[in-house]
C-alpha cells in the first residue's frame, strides 16, 4: 500500500494557528515569531510563559549524523498510557513533520488544557494514549479531519507548496520543543526512536528561558556551527493570545 503523503508545511503563525484552531486549539492560545533567542526587546514581543517551540532545522549530513549516533543503541519507543510523561507520535505519513510537530506542541504541553472538548485533537488524544507506536501513528494516518486541515494550511503559505506525488527532501525538518508537566524538556521529532528528555526545567522557566534554549534548540544549533554548518533554523512560539 503507497505512503499517504501530505503536502509541506510553511512555519509561520498564520499557517500554524489556522492549522492549530481547525483542530481544536483554543483562542486563548497564539503561535508568535520569534526574531531573537537574546534580543530582550525583541523576545518582549512574545507573552510569557511560552509553552512549546516548533522550529524548522536544516537537514544537514551534520545533524544527521548526530541524531543516528544518539538513536544507535536505543529501541523503539514502548510508552502508552496515562503515566507517560509525553504523547510521542511516530512520523509514517510523508512530509506531515509539520502538522505532528504541531501535535506534538499542543498536546504535550501545559496549552493541552486549553484544547477544544470533541474536536479532533481531542479525539486524537483519546484514540492515541492508550495505544503502542504502531497502533498511535495509525491514529493519524486514518484521520481525514487531520488530512483536511493540514491540507487547508497547506494553501495559505507564502510561496506555492510543492504536490504531494513524492516525499520531498526539502532540506529542512520540523521539531517540537516543550515543557511537559513533569516539569522537563521534551524534544519530539517524528522521525525518531521515541521522544527526548532535554532534561529537568525549573518552576519560572520556559521553553525560551536560557536554560532551555541551551538543553534544547541551542544544542542543535551548536552542533551545526561546531561543524560550520547551516544555521537557517526558524522558530515560533506557542503562548497565551494577547488579544
Not at 532545522?57 to 509525553?86: H, M, N, Q
Amino acid at each position: 500500500m503507497p505512503k499517504k503523503m501530505f503536502t509541506v508545511l510553511e512555519n509561520n503563525p498564520s499557517v500554524m494557528n489556522h492549522l492549530a484552531k481547525a483542530l481544536g486549539m483554543d483562542e486563548s492560545l497564539s503561535f508568535y515569531d520569534i526574531y531573537s533567542l537574546t534580543d530582550p526587546d525583541l523576545l518582549a514581543f512574545i507573552p510569557r510563559p511560552v509553552y512549546a517551540l516548533l522550529v524548522i532545522i536544516p537537514l544537514t549530513l551534520t545533524w544527521d549524523e548526530a541524531r543516528t549516533t544518539e538513536d544507535a543503541d536505543k529501541s523503539d519507543y514502548e510508552g502508552k498510557g496515562e503515566d507517560e510523561p509525553v504523547i510521542w507520535f511516530k512520523q509514517t505519513i510523508g512530509n506531515a513533520c509539520g502538522s505532528i510537530g504541531l501535535v506534538h506542541s499542543l498536546l504535550n504541553s501545559w496549552a493541552s488544557e486549553r484544547i477544544v472538548s470533541g474536536s479532533t485533537l481531542d479525539q486524537i488524544r483519546k484514540h492515541a494514549l492508550p495505544k503502542g507506536m504502531v497502533e498511535r501513528a495509525k491514529v493519524l494516518e486514518d484521520s481525514d479531519a487531520f488530512e483536511k486541515a493540514h491540507a487547508e494550511a497547506a494553501r495559505m503559505g507564502d510561496t506555492e507548496a510543492p504536490t504531494t506525488t513524492d516525499e520531498y527532501h526539502l532540506g529542512q525538518h520540523f521539531v517540537s520543543f516543550v515543557k511537559a508537566k513533569d516539569g522537563r524538556l521534551w524534544e519530539l521529532e517524528g522521525g525518531r526512536k521515541g521522544p527526548l528528555d532535554r532534561g529537568a526545567l525549573k518552576d519560572d522557566e520556559d521553553v525560551l528561558s536560557p536554560a532551555a534554549l541551551e538543553k534544547g534548540l541551542g544544542r542543535l544549533m551548536r552542533i551545526e556551527s561546531e561543524k560550520g554548518g547551516d544555521l537557517r533554523f526558524s522558530a515560533i512560539a506557542l503562548a497565551s493570545s494577547l488579544y
